[in-house]
């Protein structure tokens, strides 16, 4: 299979700069991350998994922040993180709450929908079950159908290895998946709203589940979230994963690196962000030209 360059974005979630020792609330997990198709999630040109995870990230961590829920990311750049790795980062900053972000993707590109996936173990069910179920209310809300909050069961425990991990170290852990990037009616209300109104939805079903009983349990520590599953053998790694955005040229100075048609047809890639010329600054320049190479190859 052909492998299709895509560019990354990078944009840096917005850090505080006072001096603060509270540990994070929420870990927002932006799924994938990395190199090749190894690192990229599902690939449907124009779009890339781990880059529309990282943009929603950016802009779900900046809400949370600014509405006074503490809130942090597993990664802030194109890192390739493992799923222990991931949920010892959440360990490590004292999250309540792991929430991995994702969109969905089928062979034939006929499904479409929103769907959270959390462990099936007694408070982590409870604690996933109540604030996926929020999320899915507002994304549906935007048009999406919403699928449900599932779990599915595996060898060790919960299948699904994010899951599984956050659960083992007893952080509740739920994945989002935002809908299907390569289905065209989940596209054209991507595309529609815009990524802001994705993470805005993530953002108002985490706040509210924060002002639950269960939600208030749980930051207070009277919810048991004792470890769950047998996959207990988390390494605490200090940060490994975390990375800063890679580009830093001002949109002038790398406009003078493509031809006119290629600079807006580029544009015309970051379009659904609504941001296109600051966001195509976070972008590694090596990145947009062997996307304008498969571009000019009729690839794109
Ligand atoms: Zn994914």
């Not at 880059?51 to 890192?79: F, H, K, P």
């Not at 929103?114 to 809300?141: D, P, Q």
């Not at 919403?146 to 739920?174: C, E, F, H, L, M």
Request: aromatic residues 6%.
């Amino acid at each position: 299979m052909k492998t299709r360059l895509l560019p990354v974005i990078t944009a840096v979630c917005l850090i505080l700069s006072t001096v603060t020792v509270n540990a994070a609330t929420v870990m927002i997990d932006p799924g994938h991350g990395g190199a090749g198709t190894a690192g990229a999630g599902a690939i449907y040109p124009p779009y890339m998994e781990k880059s529309l995870t990282l943009d929603v990230a950016n802009q779900l961590c900046a809400e949370l922040n600014a509405s006074g829920i503490s809130a942090e990311m597993t990664r802030t750049g194109d890192t390739a993180l493992s799923l222990p790795e991931r949920a010892a980062i959440a360990k490590n900053s004292g999250a309540k709450l792991l929430v991995s972000i994702h969109f969905n993707a089928s062979a034939a590109h006929d499904k479409s929908g929103c769907a959270v996936w959390t462990s099936m173990f007694g408070n982590h069910y409870k604690a996933g079950a109540e604030c996926g179920n929020a999320i899915l209310s507002n994304l549906s809300s935007l048009g999406f159908v919403n699928k449900g909050v599932w779990t599915k069961a595996g060898s060790q425990g919960d299948y699904y290895g994010v899951v599984r991990y956050g659960t083992s170290v007893g952080i509740p852990t739920i994945i989002v998946e935002h809908c299907y990037m390569d289905n065209a009616k989940d596209r054209a209300i991507l595309e529609s709203v815009g990524t802001g109104a994705l993470a805005h939805a993530d953002a108002a079903g985490i706040t509210g589940f924060f002002s639950s009983a269960t939600g208030q349990a749980l930051t207070n520590g009277s919810l048991d979230t004792t470890a769950a599953n047998s996959a207990s053998s988390v390494t605490v790694a200090t940060g490994s994963g975390k990375s800063s955005g890679t580009g830093s040229s001002s949109s002038a100075n790398l406009k003078a690196n493509f031809s006119d048609a290629e600079w807006q047809w580029l544009l015309s890639q970051w379009a659904y962000t609504g941001n296109a010329e600051t966001v195509i600054t976070q972008v590694p320049l090596s990145d947009l030209k062997a996307l304008i190479e498969e571009h000019n190859k009729g690839n794109i």
